[in-house]
């Protein structure tokens, strides 16, 4: 009793003085605290879908998967998301938001653990390669007999079959509970904020989440160029066991290890989440005394909306959303500006996924680099663009239509500077038996020439040899060699005495590359630059699309657009890449006679038709811009003309104080954008 007496008395007693002391003493109780959690948790969070778009020509590798699966793959998150956004809408504020946040990161990081799952499951990973025996034969090399012919019988047991198909609906279910995790993180934690900040600080705060949200996407991309620099097994094998080099078309890098590494960081920042209260003290403003009336007034009138919502249960909100849906999507104006902006997510979708691939492919760089490349410089260069949009639209006071005039010349700017990546590039290498097939033999078991007859190699034999003259052969039996020179590690230096080499040296390991590397440095400028260009767009068509909706409607406008965004764009966009790219592959790997991994493309095509399709949608934002711009023209010439009535430019525009107003409005909505990279 003496210990709580006096507090408990100094509470009553010194309402004033006393109340406020205790809440900044309880970290748990400041709102600033509860934004410093949540940008760590959105970073983290970011981080791992970030991280998964890094690997996945790596995890195309290891599991033999197809394009058009890979990215089939990266979209099932957005499934879990599309299916519990609506119970989001719906519970707001009646339920524990941070606790319900922390368990949604708690679910994110047992996702992240699902899917490195796999690795320890899987044996080691096998790659044809060279070896010399103890009794001096040398395998994969050109043997004259007919011991090898057995080689092409591939077992293809059914338990084989069954583990390929466990280890990828791990990576299935790992996806679809990260999409359910991340589903509470972001709408809870900024209405949580908009409710308990300041209004004078609430813009700040949710201006700072974005930014450090912006960040996860670039990190997760660093996070894969540094571990995929470490060997697949390199907790399975010794530094001496692994005779594949870095940089190798067979190197597979340790996928795995940054899901770990993300899974920890983003079950460790979900924790304080389980401390926060329901509710905590409003946070008090530092304006004048008649100022904090007013801002309190206003905060009544603010709740109001939300009080009537929570009138409804669930089944009569999911019963008027189809209604709402449609009455929001009579707006010419709100659903051009939508479909424009599906058309640019569907875009980003399909090329964060696959751009390092593109990397790979096209200028013959490791994915480690790719990866660097992009989260060093593509991504933050659409960040900047993002900020500068929002600063231009602050600078000069623009007005709606002049919105509408930005957005749809950021597109044609941006449709101009991606036109020179359809010419920055090279063909694909020449290949014996695949696109150089000179001396080839009609042969129905796989790739023969008349000069590697009789050796015996295998169909799926992928060991890359690159001759003198630039050509490329399979694997060194299909070049036709018959002896290979080591080092003191074992590893093959050269190959010797091969009968498809026209001259008498010697056949390197690897491949010979597409020779496009010179040309690198300018396609990242011109693919930053369009990158940049097109974010400018983003800050004012998210103003058009909150001031072409009724102010009641301004929060499911948003949901609804974010919905529209999943099932239009992060749904279908990176499977309609992958299949896009698939359509260019001229060689592929087999297992159990079903296609699996791509070995070669056709890189003419892969670059036309890859960036053809951002051009497309590009093109597709441009034109819906336009239309948007002439509706809303029409629709403010047609509410100017009766009777000298006019719309005045601050309820669209903003002049002063009242575009201050309808900034703030907005801000709360705004700012539950989620970023995809």
Known sequence: MGITGPPTGASKSNCGEEEPRRRTINPFHSIKFFVLCHGLLQLSQLLVSGYLKSIISTIEKRFGLSSQTSGMLSSLNEIGSTVFIVFVSYFGSRVHRPRLIGCGGIL???????????????????????????????????????????????SCSLEKIDSDYQMLSL?????????????????????????????????????????????????????????????????????????????????????????LMAASCVALVSIPYFFFPREMPKEESEDPEGENKSEKQLNKLKSKPEVATQDLSLLQFIKSFPFIL???????????????????????????VFISKFLEQQFSVTASFANL?????????????????????????????????MCFLAIFVSICTTTPLLFLGCSTQLVAGINHNYHSLNSTSGIELSCNQGCSCRDQAYNPVCATDGIEYLSPCHAGCKSASFDAQGRVVNYSNCNCVSTQDSVKPGTCGSGCYQLLLPFMFFLTLSGFVATLSQTPSFMLVLRSVKPEDKSLAIGIQFMLFRVLAWLPGPVLYGGTIDTTCIRWEKKC?????????????????????????????????????????????????????????????????????????????????????
């Not at 509970?177 to 700040?204: E, K, M």
């Not at 949710?206 to 697949?232: E, K, N």
């Not at 991994?597 to 093109?619: P, V």
């Not at 002049?655 to 700012?671: I, Q």
């Open 373 to 405: 490349l992009i989260g060093s410089v593509h991504v933050p260069g659409a960040v900047f663009g993002i900020l500068i949009g929002g600063a231009i639209m602050r600078r000069f006071n623009i007005t709606l239509r002049g919105s509408a005039i």
């Open 108 to 154: 994110v990081s047992v996702a992240a653990f699902t899917m490195a799952l796999p690795h320890f499951i899987m044996g080691r990973y096998t790659y044809d390669r060279t070896i010399e025996s103890s009794v001096g034969n040398v395998s994969d090399i050109c043997h004259l007999s007919d011991e090898g012919k057995n080689l092409n019988n591939e």
């Open 593 to 677: 006679n079903k296609k699996a991994a791509c070995r070669y493309y056709n890189l003419d095509l892969f670059r036309t038709r890859y960036i053809g399709l951002q051009m497309l949608f590009q093109c597709g934002g441009f034109l819906l811009f336009l239309m948007a711009y002439y509706f809303l023209v029409k629709d403010l010439t047609r509410r100017e003309r009766p009777g000298g009535v006019t719309m005045k430019a601050p309820k669209h525009a903003g002049d002063g104080k009242e575009r201050k107003t309808l900034m703030e409005e907005g801000n709360g909505t705004k700012a539950q954008a989620e970023l995809k990279v």
């Open 171 to 259: 990576l299935i279910v790992g996806q679809l509970l990260l999409g359910i995790g991340g589903v509470p993180i972001q709408p809870f934690g900024i209405s949580y904020v908009d409710d308990f900040a300041s209004d004078r600080n609430s813009p700040l705060y949710l201006g700072i989440l974005f930014a450090v949200s912006v960040l996860g996407p670039a990190f997760g991309f660093m996070l894969g160029s540094t571990v995929l620099r470490f060997y697949v097994d390199i907790d399975k094998l010794s530094a001496d066991e692994i005779d594949l080099k870095f940089g190798d078309p067979r190197w597979v890098g340790a996928w795995w290890l940054g899901f």
């Open 326 to 352: 449609l009455r929001t999507l009579r707006s010419s104006v709100y659903l051009l500006v939508v479909l424009a902006q599906v058309c640019m997510s569907a875009l980003m979708s399909g090329l964060t």
